[in-house]
């Protein structure tokens, strides 16, 4: 592979780290401001601005790979341009980058029919509304997605929804106007992979009730937030299933691969800022006589930290390559490789500088007690380490079969 970046994607870079100097960085005390003052659902006014202009200067909508209604980049071309954008939380959805509506906007480009499109993937597309995907539940070990338990049952002209989902980003903000449901459309069928479909549902149906949001390790993540979430009888048109019955593993495939990349590059994005946190800070502190820069271990923790992310933003960049070239099926044991060792890397990197801070460390101050949430978390959203783990060694066993 290439590992120069084409002179489109340096101007583009150019042109993000710009607009983050210039608007992100500076706006993040306001951001925490706007949220933690009155109804912390309510949209922030801040983010609105900076969508208003990261379109002016053509900076949306930077996703969709060999898509005419992207910005026609392809996955290794993206892939720098959102390790910037992962260096503030509030970064990614001024460009109207930000997860789950990449996933869903990639998901009803691929798999959606026109009128679907024009529906949803329009005004989604715009800025003008949100989503939230629904496939992890309560009740089941959800790490095996064969144990959805939520049905999506025909009944004449409609389908019936009925389960209980959680952890479903975007659920709790009101600019949230469609679901992508994951669930059974034939419960008894020997296949355990052709059991279920996605249905997109729209979250004003009867029957759809956001229970309650979800705190990840004391953060509620507002305004968007992760909510539990019942399907009570809810009624949709069949037209509103995607791509057919029994396609949902399908569809997950497609979904979670693009997904995995942007989260990785994201995660690389978070730990170069947190790297570059504990250098001024060791840089200005001084314990026992001299500047703790100058103390062995904190020079070992530096080169480490920059070892891994080198390491970590290589295995990205080698499966949107391969993504890119051969196709998911084939990338898939790099796909599944970086979401075990980018994780990984961020939680270890976080920590080392969480421990140059101290105790401010653990503080909202420096943004790296929420870090090393996210940090833990990605061990687990989208599958968790064991299951990728499983993949990568089946997947290396072949080789001697």
């Known amino acids: 592979m290439e590992f120069a970046y084409s002179d489109k994607v340096r101007a583009l870079q150019d042109k993000l780290n710009d607009f983050m100097e210039r608007h992100v960085y500076p706006n993040e005390a306001r951001h925490e401001r706007e949220v933690g003052t009155g109804d912390r659902w309510q949209p922030s006014a801040l983010i609105e601005e900076l969508k208003a202009k990261a379109k002016l200067e053509g900076l949306w909508n930077l996703f969709l790979p060999h898509s005419p209604r992207g910005a026609g980049l392809s996955n290794l071309e993206y892939a720098p341009l959102c390790e910037i954008m992962g260096r503030s939380p509030m970064a990614p959805e001024a460009f109207n980058c930000s997860a789950p509506d990449t996933g869903n906007m990639e998901t009803i480009e691929l798999y959606g029919s026109d009128e679907q499109k024009e529906r949803w993937l329009k005004p989604l597309l715009a800025g003008e509304i949100r989503s939230c995907f629904a496939m992890t539940e309560p009740a089941v070990a959800s790490s095996d997605a064969t144990n959805i338990e939520c049905t999506i049952l025909r009944d004449g002209d409609r389908y019936v929804v009925n389960g209980r989902k959680w952890w479903t980003t975007g659920a709790p903000d009101p600019r949230c106007k469609i679901a992508i449901v994951m669930g059974k459309t034939d419960p008894q069928s020997a296949d355990r992979y052709r059991q279920q479909s996605m249905v997109l549902v729209p979250m004003d149906t009867a029957g759809v009730k956001v229970l309650r949001p979800l705190s990840v390790f004391g953060y509620d993540d507002a305004p968007v937030g992760h909510a539990e979430v019942l399907f009570d009888n ?63 271990v904190t020079l070992e923790r530096i080169a480490e930290a920059r070892i891994m992310i080198e390491q970590a933003r290589l295995l990205v960049l080698k499966a949107a390559y391969m993504m890119d070239t051969v196709g998911n099926k084939m990338a898939r044991a790099e796909i599944a490789m970086i979401k075990v060792a980018v994780p990984g890397m961020l939680t270890r990197v976080v920590d080392m500088a969480i421990q140059a801070h101290g105790g401010a460390g653990f503080s909202a101050d420096f943004g790296l007690a929420k870090a090393y949430a996210t940090a833990r978390a990605m061990r687990v959203f989208d599958g968790p380490d064991e299951v990728h783990r499983d993949q990568i060694g089946r997947l290396e066993l072949r080789k001697y079969n």
Request: proline fraction near 5%; glycine fraction near 16%; charge should be positive.
């Open 234 to 296: 809810v009624r949709v048109p069949r037209s509103n299933i995607l791509l057919g019955e029994g396609r949902g593993f399908e569809i997950a495939q497609g979904r979670l691969g693009p997904g995995r990349i942007h989260h990785c590059m994201r995660a690389i994005g978070l730990a170069e800022r947190s790297l570059e946190d504990m250098c001024k800070r060791v840089k200005g502190r001084t314990a026992f006589g001299k500047p703790l820069a100058e103390q062995g």
